[in-house]
């Protein structure tokens, strides 16, 4: 089975590493996008003029947009791209799809750079202009957009980068000479252009490579939740006393909670968007103190990325190996006993030596979203389906098993420490069987101490649930295991 790019075009991984550029799952996104902050920072010349690049054609959107009212089909044409799902990399739990940016995307893009940022490049108070500085304020643009909208701006490099790795890595057969639409923007002509590159192929797509020094996990480093978080320090990085304190006490009067009551984190969001709308400069002198610490959005990306590296790359491969060497691809029974079958051999292998996966430097990795990732490729070469988030009308669930419209099983994964998992186990999964039609349904728990594992176990006698079949423990501990201090 064919998962990762080195195994479908039998490449060493380390010829990946050499080259620097990540070794993507061609059957799931991993959890990974390009941040123009990086490019921007990067000590890299090739880098900074790709991120110039970006800067100019927002400049040339800029210019558009003042000029007035704009054509929708020229709307279309400039702002409207395609996700680029040949990347493998993006929020999609199941292949590679995504949205991409629509004419919602493309009106809100230019009515900010018509209204709020105006003098977008011609900023007096940071070092440099960036394209996260639209997505600052809650109007439509977001972190998703803003990673859209730079893979696109981009994307003859990334075609260029692997052309050269195929060229000269892969047999002829593993590769396809393709047209690539969006590819350079002719500012004469106003008009996008395509090229055809020779790419790796796989299956009825090409495939295209990243390097890991743009990609971060989470969020951009210059960020909307970032910005409302810091809020209140970014005054005191402003030279004019008169001014802070103006800002000061607008921000206080647009608080205006009770004295004895402390304001609520949506109460100082709102205050605080109220107060950069009244001091749109407060966005520069936000920007500003990221760029003086440009050095640490290289640290944490660096540190994100060896999380998605360790965990759904090295941990999925080590997983994939081991389902291998077995007959565990002979399927047995309705979807609820491969179910069960799956699920018990995802317990052995995390509890024998897999549980090193949620773990770098000793320090445990904790989110549902990353363990349901992991779990996902089990399911793998299977006549099942494993539909993630299926909402029935009730709320999504994890995982839909099922072989047919009339067998379907409802897997739950929840972590230990999960605050409404007592909810959870009381109401949830029941609540989706009934919705889906599903006549099981299965909860997996993974707790990561011994003080998760007692209160799992206290919820579980609170409800008469001990040993019951379908509540599956799972046991991620470091701290219980031989040879756990090497790990």
């Not at 696109?152 to 690539?180: D, G, S």
């Not at 919705?435 to 909860?443: R, V, Y």
Request: net charge negative; glycine share 6%; proline share 3%.
């Amino acid at each position: 089975m064919a998962t990762f790019f080195s195994d479908h075009f039998q490449i060493d991984p380390k010829v990946l590493e050499e080259h620097g550029v990540v070794n993507i799952s061609l059957v799931a996104d991993l959890p990974l996008f390009i941040d123009p902050f990086l490019l921007f920072n990067s000590e890299k010349a090739e880098y900074r003029a790709l991120h110039d690049e970006i800067i100019r054609y927002l400049k040339f959107l800029r210019d558009k947009a003042a000029s007035g009212g704009i054509d929708p089909a020229l709307l279309k044409a400039w702002y409207c791209f395609p996700e680029i799902r040949q990347t493998w990399l993006g929020f999609s739990e199941d292949g590679n799809a995504g949205h991409g940016l629509g004419m919602d995307f493309a009106k809100a893009l230019h009515r900010n750079l018509n209204t709020l940022f105006a003098d977008f490049g011609k900023e007096h108070i940071t070092k440099g202009t960036h394209l996260e500085k639209v997505c600052l304020v809650k109007d439509g643009v977001g972190r998703d957009n803003v990673s859209d909208f730079t893979t696109n701006l981009i994307k003859k490099h990334l075609c260029e980068l692997t052309q050269a790795f195929a060229l000269e890595h892969l047999l002829p057969e593993q590769r396809r000479l393709r047209p690539v639409d969006n590819v350079e923007f002719n500012y004469k002509t106003e008009r996008w252009s395509h090229r055809s590159f020779d790419l790796p192929w796989a299956g009825d797509d090409y495939v295209l490579l990243c390097p890991k020094d743009m990609l971060t996990k989470d969020d951009t480093w210059i960020n909307r939740a970032d910005l409302t978080e810091q809020f209140e320090q970014i005054p005191d990085a402003i030279p004019d006393d008169q001014l802070r304190a103006h800002i000061n006490n607008y921000f206080a009067s647009a608080l205006s909670t009770a004295p004895d009551k402390e304001p609520t984190k949506a109460e100082r969001t709102e205050a605080a968007m109220k107060t950069i709308a009244r001091y749109p400069d407060l966005l520069d002198w936000y920007i500003l103190y990221k760029e003086q610490h440009g050095d640490e959005a290289i640290s944490v990306a660096k540190m994100r990325l060896q999380i998605v590296e360790h965990f759904l790359v090295l941990g999925a491969q080590g997983l994939i190996r081991k389902l291998q060497k077995t007959d565990f691809y002979q399927e047995q029974g309705t979807s609820y006993e491969e179910a069960h079958r799956r699920i018990a051999f995802f317990k052995h292998e995390v509890e024998n030596g897999g549980w090193r996966s949620f773990y770098i430097n000793g320090k445990v990795l904790q989110r549902e979203k990353d363990v349901q990732r992991l779990f996902k490729y089990i399911w793998m070469d299977t006549s099942y389906a494993l539909s993630p988030e299926v909402d029935h009308g009730r709320g999504p669930a994890d995982f839909e098993v099922s072989k047919g419209a009339a067998d379907k099983t409802i897997i739950e994964i929840k972590l230990g420490k999960n605050t409404s998992l007592k909810n959870n186990l009381q109401k949830q999964a029941e609540l989706y069987q009934a919705a889906s039609g599903a006549k099981n349904a299965i909860k997996i728990i993974v707790y990561f101490s011994e003080a998760e594992f007692m209160r799992v176990q206290a919820i579980l006698k609170e409800l008469k649930l001990t040993g019951h079949r379908d509540i599956v423990l799972i046991d991620a501990r470091n701290d219980n295991k031989p040879s756990a201090s090497k790990a």
